[in-house]
């Protein structure tokens, strides 16, 4: 019944309709037709014959597979470490006065951690031979995620095995493509890449300018007023780091947690630097400006810094940090982290706790070195005073970068020779999002004597001016 | 991604039905000349082993008289091997006989020999459909279970508002298909991974929310790992090694290489890398997963035309989503996919670009996959990438130190030239039991990397202790230690693997991959079995990894056995047993393929 009374309606229209608008729809369909068909048929250009494709294929000239790469790039180049690293360090042949290794707390001279690491490897051996998920979970890494999780007096942490892939792999585990991502220009590699990896739309604002990102997210809100069903489904994060390896500087953590609770944001930081350097008791950045830890999204860092061990962890929320078990790409596809270099981390936790004095004792000492650091005559001092991590500039800018980089290295090069060990910090120019400023980057450690400040201010001083 | 084993099996068993049809050489004649050449000592020790080498995958004869000589091949100190009981002596050594494991029966072309034996069995189509839906109806009871009950898992504090942070299915599937057997994996251990490994064992009072160690231990052999040499020791020359080289030069540099983190041990490693492979140069890196992710890029743009295995890793993967570069994928170890994907890519250029050449087309593979247990088909692949005038790009990460004579590899195992490899990677998590990767190459290419690669300039320089490993087990593996110790234990793997993978097919179990390689996958299909397999495994002592969507196609559910050097026939014998029985328990016997009767001779 209903059929026929279809067929009776069809039938209907077909009658009431113009005979124009039929031959224009029946040539509409036609048309239709016709694009799928070409496009299915034909792909992009009309299909080749076979001696047409072989003759494409003999004619194929690729580009080498890499380029020629000059002798005398500077990356070629590499300092040769000939003893343990510590507050002194042989480079090439020189016994030098280290500052430039991240050892901040100088942890790597400590016997302690060495032999509790050692002990370790007698039980485990040294590679876990496996990623986490198939027997590369050791009862260490387990005790590693809790303590670190207690220390932040977070819920949960989560350790991967390579400082660069923590943060990397951390970013993407959450942003995927059609999210936004504000994120601060000076950022350093390991996030550009995380970010890249996200496929997400990407939002710079200018160096810790406040005003900046809020400029940029009043411009969002704008954009989602008009598309608001867009909205509903773009999650939006906020990226930072503590101290910014490429500046020194300190994030503005207190209006950065402002504007995320305004505008909705996540906020994503990466304490590479700041975790066990920043704070009294060593907690970073968040004790520092006193900020409650909850605001905080996922805070992530590296271990290869303070903790002078390899590789990093995140660490929040259970609800946050326990997606990347199954999600973290950096985390499920790597070989967990050796178990010897767990246990120095758990180690180093233990020193934390037990002397939380030590992060006075590195604040006080780039306190001094920063003052002391103000007084080049030919170069300027970037960072945070309270900064473990410092740049020096050329205070005369030089024609252009590689200029600049080529009379630094000449410097560090003479200061090496005099016994203080400094290094330009390495970029790969053509690969970061805008080229970096070359400069000296300063790594302080925690076991520098005011003498030994005044010893390398003089050095550099004296070759700064010789140089320059 | 599911209909991927119907074409491929079709291809496997079309070369297969030809060359036991007339012995008919088909296809690709002029391809490779890797495994068939061999001088003449070689050729004798493979007529005196051809003697007992009945391919278990192919020789016909009829299933039901299996059984009987199966129990004969048990050895009678089965019994006395059990890893609790720690009273044998796991003598290795003294089983080792001279005869090198065949290679290749003499008459077949390599490729027919690559694919006569590899395994791809197809699935019996009940099994299909019950694996199907016996996973609907997890996702169906696993949203009822969400409808009704109130999860227990933690929700978001003090973010009211915010758009979701999480895919809906993906925060489902962990939570309600994922959870059932989620206690397969990340088992917690306390010991060395080596032949053996300590379980912490860890109870459930919730399904799978969340676990409490019950504060006792279970000793099981070892499966799962990646130790494939046996390098995983804590004692010994190489753990002395690293001990001594921590105590000297400490845990870490805190600096990356172009900065203050290059020293004469990682030079040293990269030199005798590069002498390993027999290339001009190498590069090392402190993350095997990082090598890939990090590096691809610097290899390729956005111009250039990458042609991909369908099964290969996610570092892979990652790498060449951070490259821009077009991707095109082929079927899994086809060669004639690959030759048409590589032809089209060619003939049409790029498309982004209105037909353009590529600027450079790369063709990407691995040497052992990983899920798959098969080896790339390297000589083919080499006739094509000259061919095409295409780069090669090897992933030993599984196959380095497993497979060849020598342990150096794919290009060992298949007698080629490494420098016909453009970029040789691997990792050293595996066969060395440290932990890192390695390019390997051109010292152009080399060059190039030192001034372009991510990792190079801003990871951290390995530690000592875990360089020094990776040194002395490469020495040991070269003989360059004086010693014996590393051709045996390339020796001895070898053997296992052959052994275990023959076992496992007489047995009737479906295995993939090729028969000489160490990574054993077997499959089990259903979801459900996933767990009950590795559950039961571990209430014999023996440790193994499952694996199921979505890290394999929901179809192929399956367990993965990894074989190592030191892993005694003893210790192997009490697998087999102990997988016989649950085999028979749990029907996984589907293979349809027919036994080979004779006893499985070590």
Redesign the interface.
Same mark, same amino acid.
């Given at each position: 019944m209903v059929a026929i009374q279809l067929f009776n309606e069809i039938g209907s229209i077909f009658r009431n309709t113009p005979t124009f608008a039929l031959v224009l729809e029946t040539l509409l369909v036609i048309t239709v037709i016709w694009l799928l068909l070409h496009r299915r048929g034909g792909g992009r250009r009309r299909r080749l014959t076979k001696e047409e494709e072989d003759q494409i294929i003999a004619d194929f000239e690729p580009e080498p597979l890499v380029g020629d790469t000059d002798p005398d790039h500077p990356l070629l180049r590499t300092r040769i470490v000939q003893s343990k690293v510590g507050k002194q360090i042989r480079v090439d042949g020189h016994d030098c006065l280290n500052l430039g290794s991240h050892n901040y707390l100088g942890f790597l001279e400590d016997q302690e951690i060495l032999d509790e690491a050692c002990k370790s490897l007698r039980k485990y051996g040294v590679g876990s031979c496996g990623p986490r998920g198939f027997y590369g979970t050791m009862d260490v890494h387990l005790d590693l995620e809790d303590r670190i999780a207690k220390f932040m007096g977070l819920e949960e942490a989560i350790v991967y095995s390579y400082g660069f892939s923590t943060v990397a792999s951390a970013i993407p585990a959450y942003a995927k493509r059609g999210d936004i991502i504000f994120v601060d220009e000076a950022v350093n590699f390991a996030i550009q890449k995380g970010l890249d990896a996200s496929r997400s739309t990407i939002a710079f604002f200018k160096h810790n300018d406040v005003e900046d990102l809020e400029r940029l997210l009043i411009e969002m809100e704008k954009r989602d007023q008009k598309n608001p069903k867009k909205a509903l489904k773009t999650r939006r994060f906020l990226v930072a780091e503590g101290i910014y390896m490429n500046t020194g500087e300190i994030c503005p953590l207190p209006e950065l947690v402002a504007l995320r609770q305004k505008y909705k944001l996540r906020l994503f930081l990466d304490e590479s630097i700041s975790f066990g350097t920043l704070g009294q008791g060593g907690h970073g950045v968040t004790e520092h400006f006193n900020v409650d830890r909850d605001e905080i999204d996922l805070i992530s860092a590296g271990m290869e810094g303070s903790m002078a061990t390899i590789g990093g962890f995140c660490v929040g929320s259970h609800f946050i940090a326990e997606h990347q078990r199954l999600s973290g790409l950096g985390y499920i596809f790597s070989a967990s982290l050796p178990p010897m270099l767990t246990q120095a981390a758990i180690s180093a936790l233990d020193r934390f706790e037990r002397e939380p004095k030590i992060f006075e004792q590195l604040q006080s000492k780039a306190k001094t070195l920063h003052q002391k650091f103000s007084q080049f005559s030919k170069l300027t001092l970037r960072g945070n005073e309270l900064s473990p991590v410092k740049h020096l500039y050329l205070a005369q800018a030089a024609e252009n970068f590689d200029k600049e980089l080529k009379l630094l290295t000449e410097l560090a090069d003479k200061c090496i020779a005099r016994g203080v060990a400094v290094v330009q910090a390495a970029y790969l120019q053509n690969r970061e999002r805008q080229p970096v400023r070359p400069s000296i980057r300063i790594a302080v450690n925690r076991l520098l004597e005011d003498a030994d400040i005044a010893t390398a201010f003089e050095v550099i001083e004296s070759v700064s001016n010789a140089v320059l | 991604m599911g209909n991927f084993d119907g074409d491929s099996g079709t291809v496997f068993e079309q070369s297969y039905a030809t060359t036991n049809g007339n012995g008919r050489v088909a296809g690709a004649n002029g391809i490779g000349n890797g495994a068939a050449n061999f001088s003449p000592p070689e050729k004798q020790e493979l007529l005196s082993q051809r003697k007992f080498s009945a391919p278990a995958y192919t020789e016909i004869r009829t299933r039901r008289c299996h059984s009987k000589p199966t129990n004969d091949a048990k050895s009678p100190s089965l019994i006395n091997y059990h890893p609790e009981k720690k009273s044998i002596s796991n003598g290795h050594a003294s089983v080792l006989s001279e005869s090198k494991p065949n290679q290749a029966e003499g008459k077949l072309s390599p490729e027919q020999e690559h694919f006569q034996k590899t395994s791809f069995e197809e699935v019996p189509l009940h099994t299909a459909c019950l694996t199907y839906l016996g996973f609907y109806l997890l996702m169906i009871l696993g949203y009822i279970n969400q409808l009704l009950f109130v999860p227990k898992?933690?929700?978001?504090?003090?973010?009211e508002?915010?758009?979701?942070?999480?895919?809906a299915f993906?925060s489902f599937y962990?939570r309600y298909v994922?959870r059932r057997i989620k206690d397969c994996?990340?088992?917690?251990?306390?010991?060395?991974?080596?032949e053996e490994?300590t379980l912490?064992d860890r109870v459930t009072d919730d399904y799978g929310w969340s676990f409490k160690f019950t504060g006792t231990e279970t000793r099981c052999l070892?499966l799962?790992?990646?130790?494939y040499l046996g390098?995983?020791?804590?004692?010994g020359r190489?753990?002395d090694d690293?001990?001594e080289s921590?105590?000297?030069?400490?845990?870490?540099?805190? !600096?990356?290489?172009?900065?203050?983190?290059?020293?004469?041990q990682l030079?040293e490693l990269e030199a005798q890398t590069a002498r390993y492979f027999g290339v001009e140069d190498a590069i090392v890196f402190?993350?095997?997963?990082?090598t890939n992710?990090?590096n691809l890029?610097?290899?390729i743009g956005p111009n250039s035309l990458v042609i991909s295995d369908e099964k290969n =890793?996610?570092?892979i993967i990652?790498g060449l989503?951070?490259s821009g570069a077009t991707t095109k994928v082929f079927k899994h170890n086809n060669m004639r996919d690959l030759e048409r994907v590589l032809?089209q890519g060619?003939?049409?250029g790029n498309?982004k670009k209105g037909?353009q050449?590529?600027?450079?087309?790369?063709i990407l593979v691995e040497g052992i996959f990983s899920m798959e247990g098969s080896i790339v088909r390297l000589p083919e692949i080499i006739a094509l990438k000259k061919?095409?005038?295409?780069?090669l790009y090897l992933d030993e990460a599984h196959s380095v130190g497993a497979m060849g004579s020598r342990g150096r590899g794919v290009t060992d195992y298949f007698n080629v030239d490494p420098k016909e490899v453009?970029?040789l990677m691997g990792?050293?998590?595996?066969s060395?039991? !440290?932990?890192g990767g390695y390019l390997a190459g051109s010292k152009?290419?080399i060059?190039?990397?030192?001034?372009?690669s =991510?990792? =190079?300039?801003?990871?951290?320089s390995i530690?000592p202790?875990?360089a020094q490993?990776i040194l002395t087990s490469m020495k040991t593996i070269m003989g360059e230690d004086g010693t014996e110790i590393g051709r045996k234990k390339i020796h001895q793997l070898a053997r296992n693997t052959r052994y275990f993978r023959r076992r496992l097919a007489q047995l009737g179990v479906i295995t993939y991959g090729h028969e000489d390689s160490p990574v054993v996958p077997m499959l089990v299909y259903l979801f459900s079995k996933i767990g009950a397999v590795v559950r039961t495994l571990t209430t014999r002592h023996i440790?193994a990894?499952g694996a199921g969507f979505p890290a394999t196609p929901i179809m192929e559910g399956r367990i993965r056995f990894c074989l190592s050097a030191a892993h005694t026939k003893e210790q192997l014998d009490f697998a087999l047993e102990a997988i016989d029985e649950i085999a028979d328990d749990l029907g996984l016997k589907y293979s349809r393929k027919p036994r080979d009767p004779n006893p499985v001779v070590y």
């Open positions: - | 898992v933690a929700t978001e504090k003090g973010r508002g915010y758009v979701k942070l999480y895919d993906e962990s994922y994996w990340n088992r917690p251990i306390c010991s060395v991974p080596g490994l912490k070892n799962g790992s990646y130790n390098f995983a020791a804590a004692t190489c753990a690293s001990e921590a105590q000297e030069s400490g845990l870490a540099y805190c !600096s990356s290489r172009c900065e203050l983190g290059d020293n004469e030079q402190g993350m095997g997963f990082a992710a990090l890029p610097s290899l =890793h996610a570092s990652l989503r951070l032809r060619i003939c049409y498309p037909g050449p590529w600027d450079k087309v790369l061919k095409y005038k295409a780069y453009d970029i990792t050293f998590t595996k060395f039991g !440290s932990a152009k290419l060059d190039f990397l030192r001034t372009n =991510h990792a =190079h300039c801003y990871a951290a530690s202790p875990i490993q440790a990894v």
